[in-house]
């Protein structure tokens, strides 16, 4: 089992940058791929980005390739999301996922869940 804590969350202009974190308890976070969903009001939760156990793979999604950056760091049980340019739709609840197994976009790929936090992106 593990624990995620998703914190960097908050209102930012369009044009301008967040960086998400989310810190990881349990088991050894190595063991995990990581990744970043989002969910708008009533939209699906949609993939934003993951990275593999090591960070030696990286993928987004093509709304954000580019302008977001996923990163972690092993040591600290910690995975980043940094977000430049952000823009209105990008307003979501953004919510971390860890992964036993082989994670893909898809959201039942990842087996534990942060509480997620608010990003708004006003004009």
């Known amino acids: 089992q593990v624990q995620l804590v998703e914190s960097g969350g908050g209102l930012v202009q369009a044009g301008g940058s967040l960086r998400l974190s989310c810190a990881a308890s349990?088991?050894?976070?190595?063991?995990?791929?990581m990744g970043w969903f989002r969910q708008a009001p009533g939209k699906e939760r949609e993939f934003v980005a993951r990275?593999?156990?090591?960070?030696?793979?990286?993928y987004y999604s093509e709304s954000v390739k580019g302008r977001f950056t996923i990163s972690r760091d092993n040591a600290k049980n910690t995975v980043y999301l940094q977000m430049n340019s952000l823009k209105q739709e990008d307003t979501a609840v953004y919510y971390c996922?860890?992964?036993?197994?082989?994670?893909?976009?898809?959201?039942?790929?990842?087996?534990?869940w942060g509480q997620g936090t608010q990003v708004t992106v006003s004009s």
């Open positions: 349990g088991r050894t976070f190595s063991n995990y791929d």
């Open positions: 996922a860890a992964s036993v197994g082989y994670s893909t976009s898809r959201p039942a790929s990842f087996d534990y």
């Open positions: 990275i593999s156990r090591f960070g030696s793979t990286t």
